[in-house]
């Protein structure tokens, strides 16, 4: 099978990868930042496309993995777009991005006869290279049941969630949890800190009680030694709990711990740590730390 990837950053690059090890054809990459593509491509021995229509006509299977809302609509009804060459072609589409823009990707597909489905990845860059992602799809369920051996080779736990958006609705609630989560620990962590508590007995204790969660796994440590190095970036973390926001909005729900939370990531980003990992919010929190103290920022 013939596969393309659109968005080779830290994600998409080693999904493909991770598809090569498997036996697939990576025919083409494309990515905004030439330099970028052009260096996955002599390492995948593949094309760095320069138009989105030469992606879409190279490959069966076409992986977009962009970073929002307007990317998304841009690679699919920009003047350069992958539906050009898109008749017969599936589009697996991974960003986080609002659940309305997946249907509106789909409608646009199925106009120019091809086939979408959103295959939301609930993981991170170690996983796209191991090929145990968390993966939530929508879409026509026999779009998905195409799909299903070719994501199977990318992931540990696949999951089929309903029609278009619905996926996205869940990823989006995912990483609103987390951020609220993320932030909860680094509050934690912090006034652990200003009170002169051991900080790793205190995660020791927080992992044997109620105070455990999975971002304490991934994160506690980090924020503890203010090691920031980026799997899931502080930019991402606002514009996903912005998603789950407008979708609370839209159903007259209020969300106070998702609404500080964001304001809490959109401050990072204002300060221009918005590259940093989601634990960089520690940075926010603890004492003696907020604006750039330290090396490690």
């Not at 094309?47 to 962009?66: E, M, N, P, Q, R």
């Not at 409608?107 to 996983?127: H, K, P, V, Y």
């Amino acid at each position: 099978m013939n596969v393309a990837f659109v968005g080779v950053g830290r994600m998409g690059a080693n999904m493909a990868r991770r598809l090569k090890e498997r036996g697939y054809h990576v025919t083409a990459v494309y990515d905004t930042n030439r330099a970028v593509a052009t260096s996955l491509a002599q390492e995948l021995g593949c094309t760095a496309s320069t138009t989105l229509g030469d992606v879409s006509a190279s490959a069966d299977v076409i992986f977009t993995v962009v970073t929002d809302d307007a990317a998304m609509r841009g690679i699919f009804s920009g003047q350069d777009n992958l539906l050009v060459n898109g008749k017969g072609k599936t589009f697996i589409n991974c960003a986080t991005i609002s659940p309305e823009v997946h249907v509106e990707v789909e409608r646009l597909a199925e106009a120019a006869g091809a086939t979408s489905l959103e295959a939301c990845m609930a993981s991170s860059i170690t996983q796209a290279r191991q090929g145990s992602l968390y993966l939530m799809c929508g879409g026509h369920e026999e779009t998905f049941r195409r799909a299903e051996p070719l994501l199977k080779d990318l992931s540990s736990s696949l999951r089929y969630i309903g029609k278009s958006g619905e996926a996205a609705k869940v990823k989006a609630l995912v990483n609103m949890v987390m951020n609220i989560n993320t932030a909860g620990l680094a509050e934690g962590l912090g006034l652990g800190a200003a009170l002169g508590l051991d900080l790793t007995i205190l995660r020791n204790v927080f992992s044997q009680t109620g105070a455990n969660s999975r971002v304490l796994e991934t994160d506690g440590e980090d924020m503890q030694n203010r090691d920031h190095s980026c799997f899931f970036s502080a930019a991402h973390a606002a514009k996903d709990s912005g998603i789950a926001l407008e979708l609370a909005r839209n159903v007259g729900l209020d969300l106070p711990l998702a609404r500080a939370t964001k304001q809490q990531y959109d401050a990072m980003v204002a300060e221009g740590l918005g590259e940093l990992d989601k634990s960089g919010i520690a940075e926010l929190t603890f004492k003696d730390r907020h604006k750039h103290s330290g090396n490690h920022i």
